[in-house]
């Protein structure tokens, strides 16, 4: 059984923390073995199957199981974490090396979960209950039944043309507030919980990683201190690890150099299992309510920072299957952010079903001629179609296999046909799940 990642991430680092930096030493080693305890360790070395809450519930247990894309998912940022502490060698103050933003772990386990309450916040902000205003009210309720037309329109148990305002309030007062009539509640042992959620798999594989040797030599003999922050070590990543760092970049002034925020992520291509125990009351059955949840978290995401490529997962076909998507910050193709701004309209009948904030662009059929999203870097030539074009601006999305990349590009462009491209800058990294393309010209 491996090391209990959350006593170590929110307590046992700070046991040498001093307030004098020339006393800090000890404290950042610790924050770096931390870090590489907590980016080697295997999934399946913690036993994530102890959180699967199957043999203790009735037949009203549910569950699916969504994988994480984009930038990786965030849970627990709220957290209190980092304490700002320096560390001084020879009158030089370098930083302790310790993260900034919190994250969550089971308690018992030290594995990464979104709490139920969590979990039901989140569901819960997909209907209309969870917003004050009125207008807001009515356009959340026309997008959930645009949205139960798309998740059942293959059910034929389920007349989606019934489903009203009306019935979406019957629906999300019996859910959260265990409401079967107004003011009349169910037996609380039989009311929909929500039981939260946690990693279960990684697919995630064996690389290797350069990561800065942080740390401060001492002389025996001497007892001179010698600053080694500079230095580099190769470490092996396992197949099978679930975590890695990240960094957000805050600017404390718009004319000076960002101050990196160091985070803990999940990383991307890892199975979050989502439990469940529904009951059948409310219209929907169990399994359907379980359905429509899957087909909400997994369209608008899920954790913290989901408008920023956080939290989202692969995108579900036609035919049950995922789609493997890459972000890019040039244009998002495979995440929905929930954002409503109505201000004009007083009736009903004035307030359209809010759409997807992206176009609905075509699929291409991959060919022998696509490459490998490896082969991606500075200066690479790579063939694109030009998917969307409206005044001037294109979206034109990559022939790479396996993957959907789509950017944006202003120009003259015709639309379906092919275009060659220059990758001309990119950031981030494959292996870190951030990689991104922020610069593409024209050949």
Known sequence: MATNLGLEFNKRVYLNLRKDPLNNENYRNDNMRLYQNLITTRLADLSPDQLNLKDKFDKNYKYFT????????????????????????????????????????????????????????????????????????????????????????????????????????????????????????????????????????????????????????????????????????????????????????????????????????????????????????????????????????????????????YGQFRKQQENGTSSKALNSNLFFDDFNPIAININTADTENEYPVPEKLITKLPKLQETDTWIPLESLKNGSIVSGTVVDFVSGNAKIQLHIKEHIIILGLQGKFVLHNEVRLKIVETSGSLMKGNYQITKISKM
Not at 220 to 233: C, H, L, N, R, V
Not at 250 to 263: E, G, Q, T, W
Not at 275 to 292: E, H, I, V, W, Y
Not at 295 to 308: E, V
């Open 66 to 309: 969504l994988t994480t894309s984009g930038q990786g998912f965030l849970v627990g940022t709220g957290n209190e974490h980092g304490t700002g502490s320096k560390v001084k060698v020879n009158g030089k103050e370098i930083d302790s090396h310790e993260f900034k933003m919190g994250f969550h772990f089971d308690h018992s386990t030290g594995i990464p979960v979104i709490t139920g309450h969590n979990l039901k916040g989140r569901i819960r902000s997909f209907f209309p209950i969870a917003y004050n205003s009125a207008h807001k009210k009515i356009a959340i309720a026309n997008r959930l039944i645009g949205d139960l037309n798309v998740c059942f329109k293959n059910d034929n148990s389920i007349n989606v043309d019934n489903w009203n305002t009306t019935e979406i309030k019957k629906l999300e007062n019996l859910i959260f507030e265990g409401e079967i009539e107004m003011g009349v509640r169910i037996n609380p042992l039989i009311q929909d919980s929500f039981l939260g959620a946690y990693p279960s798999k990684s697919n995630s594989k064996e690389f290797s990683y350069t990561i800065p040797k942080h740390y401060i030599s001492t002389s025996k003999t001497t007892g001179k201190q010698s600053d080694k922050f500079d230095q580099e070590e190769t470490i092996k990543i396992p197949a099978g690890t679930f975590l890695f760092d990240d960094t957000l970049a805050f600017h404390k002034h718009p004319l000076k150099d960002p101050m990196p925020i160091r985070l803990l992520k999940i990383l991307p291509e890892i199975d979050i299992q989502f439990q469940f125990r529904l009951n059948d009351l409310g219209g929907l059955s169990g399994q359907q309510k379980a359905t429509l949840f899957k087909y909400l978290l997994n369209k608008y995401g899920a954790g913290a920072k989901t408008s920023s490529g």
